[in-house]
């Protein structure tokens, strides 16, 4: 299994990004995708995740409203679009992926991950 992060880049708050994640050698159906996100020093955290059905959805209280997360089941990809990003969103950007299970806020639950984009937003 891989995954391949990218879409990562330097902006100004309030600006938007699109991150994309491409699976491999994986039934992309079988498995719920999220993202997470860690800044030096601190743990990694929970950005959103979407079932692997696709009709379920879980965000952070921090990104709610700003950040809508989605997949294209032909594309075997996951995207997170990011928008009014501020200062506090700047971190590397993980894609993770669970099977068969529900979408998860945990990092425990999700067995694949990919190797990250370095997302920065300048005040």
């Known amino acids: 299994v891989q995954l391949q992060a990218s879409g990562g880049g330097l902006v100004q708050a309030g600006d938007s990004l699109r991150l994309s994640c491409a699976a491999s050698g994986l039934t992309f159906s079988d498995y719920s995708m999220a993202w997470f996100r860690q800044d030096p020093g601190k743990e990694r955290e929970f950005v959103a995740a979407i079932h692997r059905s696709g009709d379920r959805t879980l965000y952070a209280d921090s990104v709610k409203g700003r950040f809508t997360i989605s997949k294209d089941k032909a594309k075997n990809t996951v995207y997170v679009q990011m928008n009014s990003l501020k200062p506090e969103d700047t971190a590397v950007y993980y894609c993770?992926?669970?099977?068969?299970?529900?979408?998860?806020?945990?990092?425990?639950?999700?067995?694949?991950w990919g190797q990250g984009t370095q997302v920065t937003v300048s005040s």
């Open positions: 993770a992926a669970r099977r068969i299970g529900l979408a998860s806020k945990f990092s425990k639950d999700y067995s694949y």
